[in-house]
């Protein structure tokens, strides 16, 4: 109860308060992150020192996960937050006056299997497999993710449930962070992940047997990744800087789609603490599983549809308006001043 109470306080505040990060006439946000390749423009940004040219400063903040960033958000604490679609409709549910300005990437998860379950695949449809896999092995196949409100754990469910059509029972779904993810899937502790790049690329370049059986497109069609959202106040008492960034987020999602080699090297230096090569950045970036975007207006329905499902599935716990939490009219002024080209 009194972490309820804590957290009721938390949410009370947010809504009463202005933002606490940023000061008057200053054009700093502060901007939470998770070093994820969904949010890569925001790593090519700062990476190419276009924030700089632009005048603004941004104080970055990593995360290692999306309610850490809802409760940071919820405090005051930051401006402006790159992360999931599923955070960001939690952090609304919640009270947290936050607005989705832009789309990052969609369709961006696959399911990647390995060993035995792979080979389940040939030949099989998805239940086909699940169901020849379990009779094979006398057992359901493990199936690691993010935990449950995740854009990855979304998904998962709903490709098995509305897609393939079998009970989420049918597997053995395993919930951890990102790392625990690639680890678990290499060590073979589990059967396969419903993840996102760059494990996808890396998995399959440390193992040519493994094999992503079902992509985004399959899973849940235009699907919603990763968004820009910033807070109320921030927008209304700094509509210039946030104008400015939604155009940087514009400009870089080009280069993301039109010169993924010359985006590389920033997007190197936040994802992986380096541990990962630049041509592995490269794969993951041309990856048919990167499909940036910067249009909030391409993502809503699927918002729409995911919400629904979580809501349905006990993942969201309260109902979320999809309406109040976008808002498209920045991205909109931002591509009418750079023109058709910017799209």
């Given amino acids: 109860m009194r972490r309820l109470l804590c957290l009721?306080?938390?949410?009370?505040?947010?809504?009463?308060?202005?933002?606490?990060?940023?000061?008057?006439?200053?054009?700093?946000?502060?901007?939470?992150?998770?070093?994820?390749?969904?949010?890569?423009?925001l790593f090519v940004m700062k990476g190419a020192g276009w924030t700089d040219e632009a005048g603004l400063n941004l104080e970055l903040t990593r995360f290692s996960s999306g309610p850490a960033m809802v409760q940071a958000l919820a405090s005051g604490k930051l401006d402006v937050v790159n992360f999931g679609i599923g955070p960001a409709m939690v952090a609304r549910a919640n009270g947290v006056p936050i607005k989705v300005l832009a789309a990052s990437i969609e369709e961006q998860i696959g399911l990647i299997a390995r060993g035995e379950f792979a080979e389940a695949f040939d030949g099989?449809?998805?239940?086909?497999?699940?169901?020849?896999?379990?009779?094979?092995?006398?057992?359901?196949?493990?199936i690691a993710?993010?935990?449950?409100?995740?854009?990855?754990?979304?998904?998962?469910?709903?490709?098995?449930q509305e897609q393939v059509g079998v009970s989420p029972d049918a597997v053995d779904i395993v919930t951890m962070?990102?790392?625990?993810?690639?680890?678990?899937?290499?060590a073979g502790a589990v059967d396969a992940a419903s993840t996102l790049e760059p494990i996808l690329s890396v998995v399959q370049q440390r193992d040519p047997d493994a094999k992503v059986v079902a992509r985004g497109s399959d899973m849940l069609p235009h699907q919603p990744g990763a968004v820009l959202a910033v807070r109320e106040s921030v927008m209304k008492d700094h509509p210039e800087a946030i104008r400015k960034l939604v155009a940087l987020h514009v400009r870089a999602t080009r280069m993301l789609e039109e010169r993924p080699d010359e985006a590389a090297p920033y997007v190197r230096e936040f994802v992986g603490k380096r541990l990962i090569s630049e041509d592995t950045v490269k794969a993951a970036l041309t990856s048919p599983s990167s499909n940036y975007l910067a249009d909030p207006h391409a993502i809503v329905d699927a918002t729409r549809t995911m919400a629904d499902f979580q809501q349905r599935i006990g993942s969201l716990k309260k109902p979320v308006d999809i309406d109040a939490?976008?808002?498209t009219s920045v991205y909109d002024a931002v591509i009418q001043e750079l023109g058709a080209e910017a799209r």
């Fill in 8 to 41: 009721f306080c938390t949410l009370v505040l947010s809504v009463t308060l202005p933002s606490l990060a940023l000061a008057e006439n200053d054009d700093t946000l502060k901007v939470g992150y998770m070093p994820i390749l969904p949010v890569a423009q």
């Fill in 177 to 186: 962070g990102a790392d625990r993810v690639q680890q678990s899937l290499l």
């Fill in 145 to 160: 993710t993010f935990p449950a409100g995740s854009v990855p754990y979304t998904v998962l469910r709903y490709w098995l």
């Fill in 124 to 142: 099989n449809d998805p239940a086909a497999a699940i169901a020849r896999f379990t009779e094979e092995y006398g057992r359901k196949p493990k």
């Fill in 325 to 327: 939490l976008f808002d």
